[in-house]
Every structure is written in structure tokens, then in C-alpha cells.
């Protein structure tokens, strides 16, 4: 009959001369492991605004925001859904635009509060006959450097080749398209209405 209690005394006395379980947070700052998923959080100079992250997010935490008005895509992340797979930084195209942390505080009052979301803004390249996004431009000069020589043959990534030297002077969209129009950057629609005018 005693020897339960003494047991409990036991494991209780054992208890209290050690070292805790836990850690003393908030009241102390807590250090994850490096390995540790946390926040997932943008890399300004590798990522290029291509959009893989948001579409291969199961928890569809990621929102692609395109203003056409100000030629601006914006991703932001909610840290409300947000499920901390990293299904986000394995499938980057670019190997880095956007890393896992070890922040795991996800604390707050609000869930509409800045520190809740993380986001990039990125420049858009829009069709110069009927208006419609083509990519961002930090993706389409990725493309560029991927494909070496060979970029020479597409007029689109000649333009970004151009653009480095000067900058071409950007048509109005037009309710025609015309021949010289192949020698601006379009979208692949309008391309292919360019090739098949032109043909036929």
C-alpha cells in the first residue's frame, strides 16, 4: 500500500533536483534547431517572381497578386495557413528564392497584423499588343541566362538582351496586329497570330 507513494515521492524529488523538460518561453528567448521548419521568408536577390511556390502550396497560403496598372506582381505569404511543409523552398526553380527559417513564434493579437504575412514584390513584362502578362522580367532573364546562345533565336529574350545596352521604346496595345509586331514582346498568343498572318 505504501510502496506507490513512496514511488510518486520518488520520481517527485528526482523531478525537482533536475534540469527541465521545457524551455522558460516567452519569458526567455528560445533558439530552434537549425533544422527546424519555421516561417518560410522571401530572398530578394534570388527570387524571380515565377509563382512555383504558390502553385505547389497545398495549403494555398501563397497568393499571386498581378497589377497591371503599375506593372507589379506581388506574392505574399499568410503565416495563418501556412503549414510549414517546405514544399515551397523544394520545388523553387531558382534553389534559394525562398528559405524555411527556424522562427517559430507565430504569436500575436491579430491575425490581419504585418508581422503575420511576408511578401515580394516583383516588375511584370506585359504583351505589347494585347495587354496580357507575359512573366516577370527577373524570370524572363533567368530563362535567358538558362538557355545561353540559343536565347538569340526568341525575339522577346533579344529585347531583354537590348535592354541592356538601351532601352527600346514600348508600343501602345493595338486592335491589329501587324508583321513588325513579331519584333516586340508579345504574349504566345499573339505570337502565334503574328506567325499565321504572316504565313497565310
Known amino acids: 500500500m505504501y510502496l506507490p507513494k513512496l514511488r510518486e515521492v520518488k520520481e517527485a524529488l528526482t523531478s525537482f533536483f533536475s534540469a527541465p523538460y521545457t524551455t522558460k518561453f516567452p519569458s526567455e528567448t528560445f533558439i530552434a534547431d537549425s533544422a527546424y521548419r519555421g516561417k518560410p521568408r522571401y530572398n530578394k536577390e534570388l527570387c524571380i517572381g515565377c509563382g512555383t511556390c504558390a502553385q505547389v502550396c497545398p495549403a494555398s497560403a501563397i497568393e499571386i497578386i498581378d497589377n497591371k496598372e503599375n506593372f507589379k506582381r506581388t506574392l505574399r505569404i499568410d503565416y495563418c495557413s501556412c503549414i510549414n511543409c517546405g514544399q515551397c523552398e523544394e520545388k523553387c526553380i531558382t534553389n534559394g528564392g525562398v528559405k524555411l527559417t527556424n522562427e517559430h513564434s507565430f504569436a500575436t493579437f491579430s491575425l490581419t497584423a504585418p508581422e503575420m504575412f511576408e511578401s515580394i514584390e516583383r516588375d511584370l513584362s506585359i504583351?505589347?499588343?494585347?495587354?496580357?502578362?507575359?512573366?516577370?522580367?527577373?524570370h524572363l532573364h533567368w530563362i535567358k541566362i538558362k538557355l545561353g546562345a540559343k536565347a538569340y533565336a526568341h525575339p522577346n529574350f533579344l529585347l531583354e538582351i537590348q535592354k541592356q545596352f538601351s532601352e527600346p521604346a514600348q508600343?501602345?496595345?493595338?486592335?491589329k496586329i501587324r508583321r513588325e509586331d513579331y519584333l516586340k514582346e508579345v504574349c504566345p498568343v499573339c505570337k502565334h497570330k503574328i506567325t499565321v498572318t504572316d504565313e497565310f
Open 127 to 138: 504583351c505589347e499588343c494585347c495587354g496580357r502578362i507575359i512573366a516577370c522580367k527577373d
Open 171 to 175: 508600343s501602345k496595345v493595338k486592335s
